[in-house]
T-cell receptor
Framework: ETGVTQTPRHLVMGMTNKKSLKCEQHLGHNAMYWYKQSAKKPLELMFVYSLEERVENNSVPSRFSPECPNSSHLFLHLHTLQPEDSALYLC????????????FGPGTRLTVL | GEDVEQSLFLSVREGDSSVINCTYTDSSSTYLYWYKQEPGAGLQLLTYIFSNMDMKQDQRLTVLLNKKDKHLSLRIADTQTGDSAIYFCAERGGGYNKLIFGAGTRLAVHP
């Protein structure tokens, strides 16, 4: 039990759909992250939120839109995705900037048709 | 630039030791990490080492750091079938709380 949950675990969507990925952490952390993991590339950091403010956007296309309404919840809103966006999307959290450990959720396996 | 490299596959016999290697490029890295990912799961932090250390041992795990060569290794003693997973090396690189991950080493343990 990592204390970080993600829903849904699997998602299949068409290129014209709009969907959202949800992440919730139960660890009392104040920083949250979205990563993309695909067969072609190692883990790619997408977004970092600290104290509910976005502190890093790693050149992610605008069809991915993050939202962090509070320190326990993180969303990734998806629209007009491409097949190459199919990947495992991992959420993580940590305590503070410079925290040693990032705790990961189980991921959402996204398939874009 | 920041880069972390690992070999992609390692196969060992049950009971033997496994050694997973990693090289990194950012000499200013303060922490280096090993994460484990089992099938269908997220990443789990196994251990980490601070850059002013050259060795850290935690039960069956031994981490060695050669800062001069920017080389990190993870040794798993008495490897078991439950150790079969992908192991990611990561360095704390530049940017705000940013981890740079390697591509992962898939460890297969066979009888």
């Amino acid at each position: 039990e990592t204390g970080v949950t993600q829903t849904p675990r699997h998602l299949v969507m068409g290129m014209t759909n709009k969907k959202s990925l949800k992440c919730e952490q139960h660890l009392g952390h104040n920083a949250m992250y979205w990563y993309k993991q695909s067969a072609k590339k190692p883990l790619e950091l997408m977004f970092v939120y600290s104290l509910e403010e976005r502190v890093e956007n790693n050149s992610v296309p605008s069809r991915f839109s993050p939202e962090c309404p509070n320190s326990s919840h993180l969303f990734l809103h998806l629209h007009t995705l491409q097949p190459e966006d199919s990947a495992l999307y991992l959420c993580a959290s940590s305590q503070g900037a410079g925290g040693n450990e990032q705790f990961f959720g189980p991921g959402t396996r996204l398939t874009v048709l | 630039g920041e880069d972390v490299e690992q070999s992609l596959f390692l196969s060992v016999r049950e009971g033997d030791s496994s050694v997973i290697n990693c090289t990194y490029t950012d000499s200013s890295s303060t922490y280096l990490y090993w994460y484990k990912q089992e099938p269908g799961a997220g990443l789990q932090l196994l251990t980490y080492i601070f850059s002013n250390m050259d060795m850290k041992q935690d039960q069956r795990l031994t981490v060695l750091l050669n800062k001069k060569d920017k080389h990190l290794s993870l040794r798993i003693a008495d490897t078991q079938t439950g150790d079969s997973a992908i192991y990611f090396c990561a360095e704390r690189g530049g940017g705000y709380n940013k981890l740079i991950f390697g591509a992962g080493t898939r460890l297969a343990v066979h009888p």
